[in-house]
Every structure is written in C-alpha cells, then in structure tokens.
C-alpha cells in the first residue's frame, strides 16, 4: 500500500498539466465477424494507446480513439480484417477546445446555468444556496467520500409525505458531462417550473439526486484528462480507477451467452470492474443509499452519453426481464416525447441487446438486487446529425438535450402510473 500511494504522487505530480488530444482521430468502425471482434477486443485490453468509446460487440458499430502514431498501425489492422471504418472526428483536441462556450463572463461560484458546464465546487455550491432558498422542501445530505476524500452529496426534494419515489444517478463516468448538467437542470425545473406536467411530478413524487457520484474522476477531466472515465482509486503498480458503472455487486462479471463478461479484469482498461464488487466508496455509498431506500423507489434514472438510447435490464443476458412489457412502454413512451421536442430518435431495449454486454451496472443491480421496477441507463447526445462529439458534447447543445429528456422523464412517469406507479396521494 505505501508504493501505491508513493506511485499516486508521482503520477499526480508528473500529470499536473492537461492532457492534450492533437491530432487524435475518432473512427467507426462496424464488426461483422469472429475475427474483427476478437482483434478489438484483444486491442480493448491490451493497448496502451487506443480508447475505445463504445466496446465491441458483435454486428456493432464502435468508436476508437486513436493517436497520431498509430494511424498506420490502424489502417492496417482494419485493411486486413476488411473491417469498414470511418473518420468522425479528425482533431480530437479542437472538439474539445470547442466544449466550452467561448467569451463567456466568468460567474460567481454557485451561479449557474445550463449554457456552460461547470466544476464539482460550482454544482455543490448551487446545491447548498438552493437547500437556504428552500429549507422546507429541499434536504441536502453527504450519502459517503470518494476516494481521495471528496463528498458524495444528494440532494432530496420533498413536497408531501406518503409520495413514491425517483433516484437520479448523474456522473458515475467522469468524462460525460451533460449527465451533471441534466441532473441539475432537472432539479430546478423541479423548483421553478409552471408548466402544469412538471409541477405535477414536483407535488407528487419525491426526488433523490446526486448530480456526480464519481467526484475524483469528475475533477480529473477538468484538470488532467478530459477524457476519464474510471474513478481515481490506485488499483495496480501503473494503473488508476475502476468503472464504477461495473462495480455492483448484481451478476458482476458474470458471462452472457457469448461468453462476455460485460467488464474488465485488466486493471488499465476502462472498463474494470475491480477487485470485487463495491471495492469502490463510490459504490459502497449509493449501496447503502439503495438498501434503506430502495422499497420507497419506483424508478431509477442513470444519466450517460452518448447514444440516443433507453436502456433496460439485462446486461448479462439477451433473455427479457418479467418486466420487460411495463419497462418497453414506459421507455418507448419517453423515446416518443423526447422525439416530439427537437427530432431526436431514441431506441429503447434491453442493454445486452440494444448497445453491448454489460454486468455489475447500478442499472441491472437496482432492478435486480433491489426490485425496483423501473430502471433505465439513459444515453443522451454526444453523435448526431448535429455533429459528432462522442462524449465531448458542445456546450450549446445542452439546453436542447436537457429540454428533450425532461419531456422524456414526464412521458415515462404517465406511462408508468397506467401499472400502478407514482400514485397520487
């Protein structure tokens, strides 16, 4: 432990500056047999200088980030598996130069909006200046720490006692911001809005939302690496973090009927899952959060990007859920009324199926370990016909996104309550 923690002060000190993505592309690529998937999944756990942005899965489309100095390397790998590919993103530094609206007037700490992103203090702020504007209805509370110390914060909205209840899971992926700014933007709809569909779900539902669960990795992307994913725990001599969205404890690495795992051994890859379920405090705090809470829940929200998609259980198997009519209708409700704002087109369907295996999810382990009957992972914008940023979703396109998942939420919830969910009491 004493060289883990001596290696995590060498690598913080030489990472001080920002790391930079000149040049870096970002392919599609299609894989449509055993070969150029086991290549990909082989490059997914091995390579050093590839990310992958969607994993592989057979007849899939993928994303791959790859350096300057692999371009070579790339076109002959996907030259000799015949694998289709194509360039969505030729500068990946200049995408997320262009994040961040420029000209903007910096603000006082804890004013907000939802024309910019902003940092861990910022949110946590607004959160405590919203709890002195709102004693009576609001309670903000620290549900565990991070690893290096910083606090896990929820806050709870609460009109009248008696009300069933929604949990809003934001940044437990470090790297996709506009879970953060939809959480947030959620809440003060919740506060602020007269539209008669909101202040329904206001009045009659209780809210629990905890904005970022993964604060280290959060503030990573603002200081050392835009483009982290895994929480900042030291888990090898070399390697940093684990996917906390593969950490739970509901068939954690267990294989699907393909033999996919649905997560990572490999420590340095994105998606380890860690040494064994809740290695994590992350995780560990929202567990104990779902245990005392979870009879009380009747939807379960994951905020993610990107993708356009609406996904339910399972991850670890292609066979339905029991649930799966209730949670069809319900996603596909939200898929139409998200599709009534600005166009955007969601497809709704089971993770293993719709996107690519997955285990240990906080999306499979709520439904499944906690018998919540509604949970979805929700993958926003990041790919479109407005352009291709992956995970790096421009700054101007947060209004539109959080607008069209609102509509979404308020559509899901009318559905739900046609089986017997969020009565009005």
């Known amino acids: 432990m004493k060289i883990l923690a001596l290696l995590a002060i060498f690598f913080v000190s030489i990472h001080a500056e920002m790391a930079r993505f000149d040049n870096y592309r970002v392919y599609s690529v299609k894989i449509e047999n055993t070969e150029q998937y086991d ?5 997914e756990e091995h390579s050093d200088s ?10 899939a489309q993928i994303d791959i980030v790859v350096p300057p100095h692999k371009f070579s390397e790339f076109e002959e790998i996907t030259l000799n598996l015949k694998m289709q590919s194509e360039l969505i993103i030729e500068n990946l530094q200049s995408v997320m130069d262009q994040q961040k609206p420029r000209n903007k007037q910096p603000k006082a700490i804890g004013d907000i909006d939802w024309d910019d992103y902003y940092r861990l203090e910022d949110i946590y702020a607004w959160l405590d200046n919203l709890v002195e504007k709102y004693p009576g209805i609001l309670k903000l509370e620290t549900i565990g720490a991070s690893s290096e110390g910083r606090p896990i914060k929820m806050i709870t909205l609460s009109k009248k006692p008696g009300n069933r209840a929604i949990l809003i899971e934001g940044t437990i992926h470090a790297r996709e911001w506009i879970s953060a700014a939809t959480a947030t933007y959620i809440l003060n709809e919740l506060l602020t809005s007269t539209d008669s569909n909101v202040t329904d779900i206001a009045n009659n539902i209780d809210w629990h939302i905890i904005p970022v669960v993964n604060p280290d990795g ?11 994913r895994k929480t900042r725990s030291a888990v090898s001599m070399l390697c940093f973090g684990v996917d906390g969205n593969r950490n739970f404890k509901f068939n954690w690495l267990t294989a699907d009927e393909t033999g996919n795992i649905g997560g990572s051994r490999v420590p340095c890859t994105d998606t380890y899952a860690g040494a064994y379920p809740y290695s994590e405090p992350e995780t560990q705090a929202t567990e104990s959060f779902f245990e005392a809470n979870a009879k009380k829940i009747d939807a379960f929200l994951a905020l993610h990007s990107y ?38 087109q969601y497809i709704v369907g089971s993770s293993n199926q719709v996107l690519y295996a997955s285990t240990g999810t906080s999306r499979d382990h709520t439904h499944g370990a906690h018998e919540i009957p509604i949970s979805f992972t929700v993958e926003m914008r990041g790919n479109g016909d407005y352009g291709n940023f992956g995970f790096m979703l421009p700054a101007r396109f947060i209004k539109p996104n959080v607008e069209e998942v609102l509509a979404g939420f308020i559509a899901l919830i009318h559905e739900a309550r046609n089986y017997g969910r969020f009565p009005i009491n």
């Open 39 to 43: 290549a990909m999944k082989y490059l």
């Open 50 to 59: 590839y990310n992958f942005w969607k994993y592989p899965k057979m007849n």
């Open 218 to 228: 959060y503030e990573y992307t603002w200081t050392t690496n835009r483009n982290w």
């Open 307 to 344: 993708g356009h998609l609406f996904l339910h259980p399972w991850g670890h198997t292609n066979v339905p859920p029991s649930a799966v009519e209730e949670l069809g209708n319900v996603g596909r409700a939200a898929a139409e009324a998200i599709s009534q704002v600005n166009g955007t």
